[in-house]
């Protein structure tokens, strides 16, 4: 397993940008898909985006298509969200999640950060 820790939350008008960041410790990191996740209150934890372990492939949720970015740098153990366009509905707490394929299931992932807060205000 590798340990996660996201930043780059906050609070951000709408229409406006952030980048999220997640630093993975562990020598083994270019070996794992990454996702980004997030969960609103009151709601379940939702797929966002996700990058294969070469980072070749990436896929989105048809809510942030076009307007979110996935990327990583296996030489930094660094994986990214450069979230643009942002909505008020875009508000949770963001989590990046480490597993052994990309898909869409939370539960195929087994290393999780702490998440980071991200607020939209209208």
Not at 9 to 14: D, T
Not at 47 to 59: C, K
Not at 76 to 100: H, I
């Amino acid at each position: 397993q590798v340990q996660l820790v996201e930043s780059g939350g906050g609070l951000v008008q709408a229409g406006g940008s952030l980048r999220l960041s997640c630093a993975a410790s562990g020598r083994t990191f270019s070996n794992y898909a990454m996702g980004w996740f997030r969960q609103a209150p009151g709601k379940e934890r939702e797929f966002v985006a996700g990058i294969r372990a070469r980072g070749v492939v990436t896929y989105y949720a048809d809510s942030v298509k076009g307007r979110f970015t996935i990327s990583r740098d296996n030489a930094k153990n660094m994986v990214y969200l450069q979230m643009n366009s942002l909505k008020p509905e875009d508000t949770a707490v963001y989590y990046c999640a480490a597993g052994t394929v990309l898909t869409t299931a939370s539960t195929t992932y087994n290393s999780w950060g702490q998440g980071t807060q991200v607020t939209v205000s209208s």
